[in-house]
């Protein structure tokens, strides 16, 4: 199984600043034969269902506000709040879909410092 | 409106089964491979199963592999969840997922969740 290894665990960032959370998988998950790296992230807050935010590691699903952007290839990748908004608290996940099973990180905690 | 429902969660003694229900609206249900992830209390996400659009191929984690059957019924629009031999560790909120177009395993629409509990 491919692992996912998320860092910090959480964080605490100031209002209109940077955050960034990382994402290590145990083997690349990207494919060579397409270009495509098969990582996604998730934004889940309180009492609500996962939402998606990008897919191959760095395309940002509709609807997503610019300031999210996904950057990484191969097994090292990142998710960046590019100024930290309050609705943006939320637990971070990256999941790879390279293979079987389709394995999440453990999770981030975005917190307003 | 996309929309999906889950149902069937509830306490059961360890041991024992459950048969949890996701229904779907607002798109072309066959066309879609479907997932269950679910979280435990206070913990992170674990994807569960998954099943192609046909319902010909399906998929598992390792920790169900075995107990838990995953199926749809598309002249239904419903993805449903057979869960065997039910564990303590397999309390959780389950979620089922559409898979984003084409992408599979990676998942754009979720629904609220269904909680199961297990428990003596």
Redesign the interface.
Known sequence: ?IVMTQSPDSLAVSLGERATINCKSSQSVFYSSNNKNYL?W?Q?KPRQ????LF??ASTR?SGVPDRFSGSGSGTDFTLTISSLQAEDVA?Y?C?Q?YS????????TKLEIK | EVQLLESGGGLVQPGGSLRLSCAASGFSFGSYVMSWVRQAPGKGLEWVSAISGSGGSTYYADSVKGRFTISRDNSKNTLYLQMNSLRAEDTAVYYCAKEKNMIVAVMDVWGQGTTVTVSS
């Open positions: 199984d996604a998730y889940q269902p996962p939402k998606l897919y191959w699903e637990v996940y999941q879909y079987t099973p389709y394995t999440f990180g453990q999770g």
